[in-house]
């Protein structure tokens, strides 16, 4: 048993086969799924399908990259949408020096507003991190973001982020990039991290594990991922699923 805490199965690569994708989870073991609506297209098609499938919840919030577009009006939809009983998280959030689309003084801002959005609201936040790892730390531990937690999403920092941010009541999760063979940092902090506090997620239809690299990821290849952490902490894909499981549950409620 096993819950892809990271996927975007509402993503246009979907659109052919969306439904077999889902099965294909099923099959695998996947029983829980929570997709992530991080803008204004995506978060209506998150929520709708967490509102018909009864095994898929919604993270839902604004990411750093769209974060020059975000409304007052739009914060407030995301607060609205907290109080639906499929929400379990506000993500994903942070932000992201590697695409120049968002200045970083406007990443920031939006990113401080919904931490303190999520402590108002008692949910649990999910963080996008690329290239900004000082400023993501800083930031959280400024807002008092170890009020609510959340998860350092598809993790790739070094075992120092990782336990400040384990400091201030973070779960790490790991996806497809810690399957590759090259991945010896990851694997490294991987193996450091409290057993409960580890995630597994995909991030489809994005960083596909291999042997899948470079194709579309889906959430059934959320197994390799937990076949992988197995592995390297020397336990079964049972022991594993057991472990994230109930990590998530207790992360986002559910």
Not at 88 to 109: F, N, R
Not at 125 to 154: K, P, Q, T, W, Y
Not at 210 to 235: C, D, Q, W, Y
Request: proline fraction near 5%; hydrophobic fraction near 40%.
């Amino acid at each position: 048993m096993l819950i892809d805490t990271h996927t975007h199965l509402d993503s246009h690569k979907f659109d052919a086969d969306r439904e077999e994708v889902i099965e294909r989870a099923l099959a695998e073991g996947v029983h829980k799924l929570i997709n992530v609506g991080f803008n204004r297209e995506t978060i209506p098609t998150t929520m709708a399908l967490a509102e018909k499938y009864p095994f898929i919840y919604a993270a839902v919030g604004w990411h750093p990259v769209d974060s020059i577009d975000m409304k007052p009006e739009d914060l407030e939809w995301i607060a609205s949408l907290c109080d639906h009983p499929k929400v379990v998280a506000i993500g994903e959030i942070g932000l992201d020096y590697h695409w120049d689309t968002s200045p970083k003084d406007v990443q920031q801002l939006a990113f401080r507003q919904q931490i303190a959005l999520a402590k108002e609201k008692r949910k649990p936040i999910v963080i996008h991190n690329r290239d900004a790892h000082e400023d993501v730390v800083r930031i959280l531990r400024e807002e008092g973001a170890s009020n609510v937690g959340g998860v350092m999403h598809c993790f790739s920092g070094s075992w120092e982020t990782a336990k400040q941010c384990l400091d201030m009541n973070f779960y790490i999760s790991f996806g497809g990039p810690l399957t590759f063979q090259n991945a010896r940092v990851p694997k490294e902090v991987m193996a450091k991290v409290p057993l409960d506090r580890l995630l597994i997620e995909t991030d489809a239809p994005y960083l596909a594990p291999h042997p899948h690299r470079g194709k579309r990821n889906e959430s059934a290849f959320v197994r390799l991922v937990a076949s992988t952490m197995a592995e390297i902490l020397n336990k079964s894909l049972v022991e594993i699923g057991e472990i994230t499981t109930e990590n998530a549950k207790r992360c986002f409620g559910i």
